[in-house]
């Protein structure tokens, strides 16, 4: 064979070896594309970071539940409390970025980069936000039998007796905790925070007497403000609540400008494939949309919010930025 025809020879190898590998490629990128067109063909997973039983525990088996109708699939509940939500909230983090992994992030979820500079992963670069799902408040409660009235009487008597009124809290850097803050830096009074384990050991002492108010949760309250244990004085949100319709807001009650809402959102790991992100948005605005969550509205204090991925991180980053000042004007830290 002349060297010519070597040549041509050769370079026809190396063209048809091209054209198998471009094949090849090829069938990766249409079978890779059909697997995710597939999504889900397994089970899905929403880490809770809290105990069964409690708010958002109730609201991710709600969603989890129309998520599956809505997928034909299975959506699955694996509750990992711990660390002010920072177990579950890492487990999801170093998940495979396929969607099979989420979490049900919470208020903790903007406040824990300004309560805690030793955080195992990034909020915004280690996740990729799927949905907002709702936003909920508190309700500002006293013992029935306390003098305490009203939001401006509240005021009255911390401004007349400093420190001497206390607040019960869930916990350092919760939403009561911070709600309570807020309140006492916006109404120029001082109030002295005790933590709690939950709500129920605080509310507890509430009735007893011990400690004097609370910014809690409606479905730690609801029930008992209307068996008349508790007396509600205002919602914390910004508007009234159709829960509460004759309750005035804490702004409109004497502290103007403010407002404390909690809120609930689904992030899956950060790389999750953007179709896949998509699939699971459609499928979390179908679900909020369904009459499980209007029963929510009023028993969790809940406003649905169903949002696209982007508008769940510019919402919390907002938040985070909030609640930052305050956090460090308050000096709290969990260390």
């Given at each position: 064979?002349?060297?010519r025809?070597?040549?041509?020879?050769?370079?026809?190898?190396?063209g048809?070896?091209?054209?198998?590998?471009?094949?090849?490629?090829a069938?990766?990128?249409?079978?890779?594309?059909?697997?995710?067109?597939?999504?889900?063909?397994?089970?899905?997973?929403?880490?809770?970071?809290?105990?069964?039983?409690?708010?958002?525990?109730?609201?991710?088996?709600?969603?989890?539940?129309?998520?599956?109708?809505?997928?034909?699939?299975?959506?699955?509940i694996?509750?990992?409390?711990?660390?002010?939500?920072?177990?579950?909230?890492?487990?999801?983090?170093?998940?495979?970025?396929?969607?099979?992994?989420?979490?049900?992030?919470?208020?903790?979820?903007?406040?824990?980069?300004?309560?805690?500079?030793?955080?195992?992963?990034?909020?915004?670069?280690?996740?990729?936000?799927?949905?907002?799902?709702?936003?909920?408040?508190?309700?500002?409660?006293?013992?029935?039998?306390?003098?305490?009235?009203?939001?401006?009487?509240?005021?009255?008597?911390?401004?007349?007796?400093?420190?001497?009124?206390?607040?019960?809290?869930?916990?350092?850097?919760?939403?009561?905790?911070?709600?309570?803050?807020?309140?006492?830096a916006m109404?120029?009074?001082?109030?002295?925070?005790?933590?709690?384990?939950?709500?129920?050991?605080?509310?507890?002492?509430?009735?007893?007497?011990?400690?004097?108010?609370?910014?809690?949760?409606?479905?730690?309250?609801?029930?008992?403000?209307?068996?008349?244990?508790?007396?509600?004085?205002?919602?914390?949100?910004?508007?009234?609540?159709?829960?509460?319709?004759?309750?005035?807001?804490?702004a409109?009650?004497?502290?103007?400008?403010?407002?404390?809402?909690?809120?609930?959102?689904?992030?899956?790991?950060?790389?999750?494939?953007?179709?896949?992100?998509?699939?699971?948005?459609?499928?979390?605005?179908?679900?909020?949309?369904?009459?499980?969550?209007?029963?929510?509205?009023?028993n969790?204090?809940?406003?649905?919010?169903?949002?696209?991925?982007?508008?769940?991180?510019?919402?919390?980053?907002?938040?985070?930025e909030?609640?930052?000042?305050?956090?460090?004007?308050a000096?709290?830290?969990i260390?």
């Amino acid at each position: 064979m002349s060297g010519r025809s070597a040549t041509l020879h050769q370079r026809s190898k190396l063209g048809h070896a091209a054209a198998v590998m471009a094949a090849l490629l090829a069938a990766a990128q249409l079978a890779g594309t059909a697997a995710r067109a597939e999504f889900p063909d397994h089970a899905i997973k929403i880490v809770v970071p809290f105990a069964a039983g409690g708010g958002t525990d109730i609201i991710a088996r709600t969603l989890a539940q129309e998520m599956a109708k809505d997928l034909s699939g299975t959506v699955i509940i694996d509750n990992r409390p711990g660390a002010g939500t920072v177990i579950g909230t890492q487990a999801v983090a170093v998940s495979p970025p396929d969607g099979y992994t989420l979490v049900m992030a919470t208020f903790a979820h903007a406040v824990n980069p300004s309560l805690n500079t030793k955080l195992p992963f990034d909020t915004h670069k280690d996740f990729a936000p799927v949905s907002l799902v709702a936003r909920s408040f508190n309700v500002v409660v006293v013992n029935n039998a306390s003098k305490i009235k009203s939001i401006a009487y509240l005021i009255a008597e911390a401004k007349a007796h400093p420190d001497a009124l206390n607040y019960g809290t869930f916990g350092i850097g919760t939403s009561a905790h911070l709600a309570g803050e807020l309140f006492k830096a916006m109404a120029g009074v001082k109030l002295t925070m005790v933590p709690y384990k939950g709500a129920a050991p605080a509310i507890t002492d509430l009735i007893g007497g011990q400690i004097q108010v609370m910014f809690t949760t409606v479905a730690s309250a609801a029930a008992l403000i209307e068996s008349g244990q508790l007396r509600a004085l205002a919602v914390t949100s910004a508007e009234r609540s159709p829960a509460f319709p004759n309750l005035p807001t804490v702004a409109e009650a004497g502290v103007p400008g403010y407002a404390a809402e909690s809120w609930y959102g689904l992030f899956a790991p950060a790389r999750t494939p953007s179709d896949v992100i998509d699939r699971l948005n459609t499928s979390v605005v179908k679900a909020v949309q369904g009459g499980q969550f209007k029963r929510l509205e009023t028993n969790e204090g809940l406003i649905t919010v169903a949002s696209k991925p982007d508008a769940l991180d510019r919402y919390v980053r907002g938040e985070e930025e909030r609640w930052r000042k305050l956090i460090e004007d308050a000096k709290i830290k969990i260390e």
